[in-house]
């Protein structure tokens, strides 16, 4: 074979590899009804309940931060965060988490909170939170 059939064929085995791993690595946008039926990571969008406690205590273990999320069907599930609880969580309007579930319980890696600007009623303010356990 020559040198260039070779080198064509190793590129467009670098090129399928690339496509392949770009396209698992991503993750979609889903309900916790689809989180249940499926083991890869999903963004779920919702709202924190705020009739349900939350739950940190950072004496006692300042990587758990559970909480109530209802997606935008209205279904509720637990959330845990593995991490510490983001600075003005109450407040966000709302939450778009990236996790999957264990259980029944949704195990967010990642929380992306949209709250009011506390300066222009219009704008809104994003403020993002990454787990530092890989574990989740």
Not at 6 to 19: H, K, P, R, Y
Not at 68 to 91: A, I, M, R, S
């Amino acid at each position: 074979m020559k040198k260039s059939s070779i080198l064509g064929l190793v590129t467009i085995a670098v090129a399928i590899a690339v496509i392949i791993s770009l396209y698992s690595s991503t993750s979609t946008y889903g309900t916790f009804n689809d989180a249940k039926k499926t083991e890869s990571e999903l963004h779920v969008v919702g709202h924190l309940d705020k009739d349900k406690a939350l739950y940190y205590d950072a004496a006692k273990d300042a990587n758990y931060f559970s909480f109530y999320v209802k997606d935008n069907k209205g279904e509720e599930c637990k959330v845990v965060y593995g991490g510490t609880k983001p600075q003005d969580f109450e407040k966000s309007e709302q939450i778009v988490l990236t996790g999957k579930m264990e259980g029944t319980e949704f195990h967010a890696s990642t929380i992306l909170m949209k709250c009011p600007s506390k300066y222009t009623k219009d704008q809104v303010e994003v403020t993002e939170a990454k787990a530092k356990s890989a574990n989740l």
